[in-house]
């Protein structure tokens, strides 16, 4: 027994020994299989770069340098290992390993690195290789102070995109035109491409989590995206994790908001000083002994604030992020604000020798909306001043007078919530097959939900009409999409460069709608949480309805460089979408590109003061289908009244809308020239562009007779337009030394809209006047005219010479016949501006770091809707006026007339901020630590007498944009303080 005993201990003994020399060997072997590179990363006056990025090329293995500049990575082969350095602001380097143990690196200063990855249309490019209109901001370069979506931080900032908040509502969706609108029918603007999913929703991504956006200006870069992109596209690129550290950032800041600019009425010692300037008795009214200002009881000083944290990291295999972003913002206006949270995570996992990679994304979007009800200004602005808020008895002023009410009572007792979810769910698999050869496979599903919840209390003016109204809506939208690509990149010795993608996608879009309402009350105490309470539901208080529509696409792209001096690429893409009719279901959108790199031909080697200079040209076709809503193609019933029947009273039902198979996209061809230039050892670069952009097939709903139709009106592809334009953009990096940068940048577009065709032989429809001017007392009148010739956006009245000595309008006699009358109606300006520009300028000295945006257009004409409305003294005393020159003047109803079309040109200072970063090398725990104060909206250079001269562009759907509605939420100047932290 004993024997055994000892026969087992050596065999465990053995065992052991066997087991810790196979470990011995594996780390042994393992260490021999790492090799660690170390050195020290320079800028251009020796001083060691922190934070600067070292990464092993084709994985996500990297680091960053410590406080003084140095570095150590562990690789895995020590000869072919590329290593690349990089740091904002400074030209990308890479280095072959070589078996060398120390790599010292200095960084040379660049303003544009040429070797920085563009994200393009499913892919990505350098700068250099690019052939299409591609502006790429970083996050460097971003608006600053608060922002709620990418809109906000790109406004301004590049040559032809224009981003109109017309409005001060926090809750407010932009206005988005690139390059000119493109259509008159549900002009939507650029389509929305996020880390590679095609249609996202700017507001499903904090600005925190952003760390670049593209924007693909021309149709040769934009046509991958088939029937969507003729409004030009913008891809979002969202930060990732790296494998260098694990990384944890906050970003949080608290803002004060006040109005920019309040409209200037009759204050309550002014009001009585025109009634005893007027011998008018005024007694009737201001028995009350108060002075109110009606605009500062339903505004206030507002608060917001704003928390982001996220953490990221990784290893040589493996990356992910995951972040959570609070923002709560109060509107200046009593009964508006926003609350929302998101959270996004990103994870990807490398396998099987890198060439399996899995990525994971998803993003849950939760926002409550306070909506702001805009007849509560109309009611601030017609209120007297002599009013109170309140009785003495603490019980709430109020008026039956016409337009008029006490707009706090509104607030306080009225809701419009919303409440909004976005969640998306992203999963992407890649596998390299061989060498160059990638295959990938996207699945994406979304599911956005939208509820609404309001109620008018019948003790207001809002509600008094129908003793309390309630109503309840809910709007879900579901998007499904799968898209297969395949890309092939190749190197054909050292000049030739090949870069082939092929794709398919699919992708499914429900809607669904549902809402009720109810009114007459017997009590305000439940609001909109018990319409089964109400007495007076009505026929047209019940509504629902659901839609579908299916996208399929093949896709391709082939990109050609040799020895980035001679550049093609060329793309393809086939829709066929649900949308269009039966003639029509599939479309094709070409296009083609090519750039020439002038500064790489041997004749330009002598020019030393050219680092860079590149011809591009490019002709493509893009299409439009977001103006077609589903089943337009199709013969459609609805409801038409009521018909008795066998003792019962039934909805009858008849024709509301026409078929027509030939409906199908929109059209737009556009051919871009343009010139991209480095000069001056970087210290110069820029771009200049032309372009003509031509639209045709546009959607309309036209007049139709009837018969042959049993409609009178029908959807159509008539219409053509046309946009020529210029752009300009410029970076001078003026002052460059070891304390003090300033580097200023400048960005100019022009462009030139005109309507060329609106009828065709079967629908004709030369002149369409459209818009609204409605005045209290005076009749109604169009404002806008779409005309062959004309461009979107043209206002058409009657040309106002003056006010008369008796207060009357002088109009001019257009055609002479001795009278005015409609026919003397002619054109009387124009919304859209002939120039937009941005001018930037960041100036950093040691620690510090300012910047200062200015931001404009020029050209554009706005009808001061308000001032036609309230500057008049046809209802005083009786209501509030504003204290204007012409309230005194004018002595008739006002009328519509270019008297209101006023020159809106502007320039505004629309941000600058200014930060310190703190010395963070004594604290082992903190990497970056930065504070900063920025002020937006700060004033605003303008001849236009209204209240801001950027107003909302979405009136009658696009069609008729540029009017400060008498119902407009004045702009906002905001303050913010915050700080940013890495760890």
Not at 548 to 563: C, P, Q, V
Request: hydrophobic fraction near 35%.
């Amino acid at each position: 027994m004993e024997q055994i005993k000892k026969v087992l201990y050596s065999f465990s003994s053995l065992r052991k020994i066997g087991i810790l020399s196979l470990m011995m060997s594996f780390c042994s072997t393992a260490a021999f299989a790492q090799f660690t590179v170390k050195g020290k990363i320079l800028d251009e006056f020796g001083e060691g770069i922190i934070g600067a990025n070292i990464l092993e090329k084709g994985t996500t293995n990297g680091t960053v340098t410590d406080l003084d500049g140095n570095y150590s990575l562990s690789i895995s082969n020590s000869q072919g290992t590329i290593l690349q350095f990089s740091f904002i602001g400074y030209n990308t380097k890479e280095e072959t390993v070589n078996g060398r143990n120390t790599i010292n690196v200095t960084l040379d200063p660049s303003v544009v690195n040429l070797g920085e990855v563009v994200a393009i249309g499913y892919g990505t490019q350098t700068r250099r290789e690019i052939t299409g209109s591609v502006a790429n901001i970083s996050e460097e370069n971003f608006n600053k102070g608060v922002t709620r979506d990418a809109a906000d931080l790109l406004q301004g900032k590049v040559a032809g995109l224009v981003i109109n908040m017309g409005t001060g509502d926090v809750g407010g969706n932009p206005t988005i035109r690139l390059r000119g609108t493109s259509t008159i029918q549900k002009d939507n603007g650029p389509f929305i491409v996020i880390d590679g999913v095609p249609g996202g929703d700017m507001s499903t991504v904090s600005p925190q989590d952003i760390e670049s956006i593209s924007v693909l200006k021309d149709a040769s870069s934009a046509a991958i995206y088939g029937s969507r992109s003729a409004g030009g596209v913008i891809l979002i690129t969202t930060k990732r994790g790296s494998g260098s550290k694990t990384l944890v950032s906050y970003d949080g800041y608290v803002a004060m908001s006040n109005i920019a600019k309040k409209p200037d009425l009759f204050t309550a010692s002014e009001w009585r000083q025109y009634v005893k300037d007027n011998a008018l008795d005024g007694s009737v009214y201001d028995q009350y002994g108060a002075d109110t200002d009606w605009v500062d009881e339903i505004t206030r000083t507002a608060i917001s604030h704003n928390h982001a944290i996220s953490m990221s990291g990784g290893g040589s295999k493996n990356n992910y992020r995951a972040s959570f972003t609070y923002l709560n913002r109060e509107g200046v206006l009593r009964d508006n604000g926003m609350e929302r949270y998101s959270f996004r995570f990103q994870f990807q996992q490398r396998a099987i020798n890198d060439r399996l990679r899995i990525g994971l994304t998803g993003s849950n979007t939760i926002t409550d909306r306070d909506n702001f009800r805009g007849g509560n200004f109309v009611l601030a602005y017609n209120m007297l001043p002599v009013y109170p808020v309140k009785l003495s008895d603490g019980s709430y002023f109020d008026t039956l007078e016409y337009d008029q009410g006490n707009p706090v009572r509104n607030q306080d007792l009225n809701t419009d919530k919303y409440k909004n979810q976005y969640f998306f769910g992203n999963g992407d698999i890649s596998f390299t097959i061989i060498d160059g050869l990638d295959i990938k496979s996207n699945l994406y599903k979304s599911r956005r939900t939208e509820n609404r919840s309001q109620y008018n209390n019948s003790e207001t003016q809002a509600g008094r009409d129908n003793n309390g109204w309630a109503q309840k809506e809910d709007k879900v939208w579901d998007k499904q999409l799968m898209e297969w690509t395949a890309n092939y990149n190749t190197a054909i010795g050292e000049l030739h460069k090949l870069d082939v993608m092929a794709g398919y996608s699919w992708e499914r879009n429900d809607y669904s709608f549902a809402r009720v309402a109810n009114r007459d009350f017997v009590t305000d105490m439940l609001g909109s949480d018990n319409l089964q309470a109400g007495q007076g539901l009505r026929p047209t208080d019940v509504e629902s309805q659901r839609n579908m529509n299916k996208l399929i696409s093949f896709f391709g792209r082939a990109h050609y460089s040799y020895a980035e001096k001679y550049m093609v690429t060329a793309t393809i893409r086939r829709d066929g979408s649900s949308k269009f009719g039966a003639n029509h279901k599939w479309g094709i959108f070409p296009s083609a590109s090519a750039a020439w790199g002038i500064s790489q031909e041997s004749f330009m080697k002598d020019v030393s003061w050219v680092n860079d200079l590149k011809l591009r040209v490019g002709y493509g076709v893009t299409g439009n289908q977001d103006g077609l809503d589903p089943y337009k193609s199709l013969e459609l019933y609805g409801s038409n009244g009521t018909y008795y029947d066998n003792g019962s009273w039934l909805t009858a039902y008849k024709i509301n809308q026409n078929a027509n198979p030939n409906l199908k996209w929109e059209e737009t061809a556009m051919l871009n020239v343009g010139v991209d230039f480095t000069l001056f050892n970087g210290r110069l670069n820029g771009t200049v562009e032309w372009y003509e952009k031509n639209t045709k097939d546009m959607l309309y709903k036209y007049n139709v007779p009837t018969p042959p139709y049993l409609h009178n009106e029908m959807m159509a592809n008539v219409g053509d337009m046309k946009n020529t334009g210029v752009e300009m953009a410029f970076t001078v990096d003026a002052v460059r030394t070891k304390d003090f940068n300033w580097t200023t940048s400048l960005n100019l577009a022009y462009n030139k809209n005109e309507i060329t065709r609106l009828s065709n032989d079967i629908y004709t429809a030369d002149r369409i006047l459209i818009g609204d001017a409605w005045i209290r007392g005076g009749s109604s009148n169009t404002t806008h005219v779409l005309e062959t010739g004309y461009p979107v956006g043209q206002f058409y009245g009657w040309k106002c010479l003056g006010i008369g000595e008796d207060g009357h309008y002088i109009m001019q006699d257009t055609n002479d016949d001795g009278q005015i009358s409609e026919e003397d109606r002619t054109y009387i300006g124009a919304a859209y501006p002939d120039w937009t520009f941005g001018w930037n300028n960041t100036f950093s000295y040691k620690k510090w770091d300012m910047s200062v945006f200015i931001r404009g257009s020029i050209g554009n004409d706005v009808l001061n809707h308000m001032r036609m409305a309230y500057a008049q003294s046809g209802y005083l005393i009786g209501a509030n006026a504003l204290n204007d020159p012409l309230t005194f003047q004018l002595k008739q109803v006002p009328e519509y007339s270019s008297y209101y079309v006023e020159d809106a040109s502007y320039a505004r200072l629309d941000n600058m901020s200014i930060g310190y970063t703190f010395d963070t090398k004594k604290l082992g725990w903190i990497d970056r630590a930065r504070v900063y104060v920025t002020g937006q909206n700060l004033f605003v250079i303008t001849g236009y007498k209204g209240l801001d001269p950027e107003v909302d562009f979405t009136r009658n759907e696009g069609a008729a944009p540029g009017v400060q509605d008498r119902e407009f939420y004045p702009k906002n100047r905001t303050f913010s303080v915050g700080v940013s932290l890495s760890f």
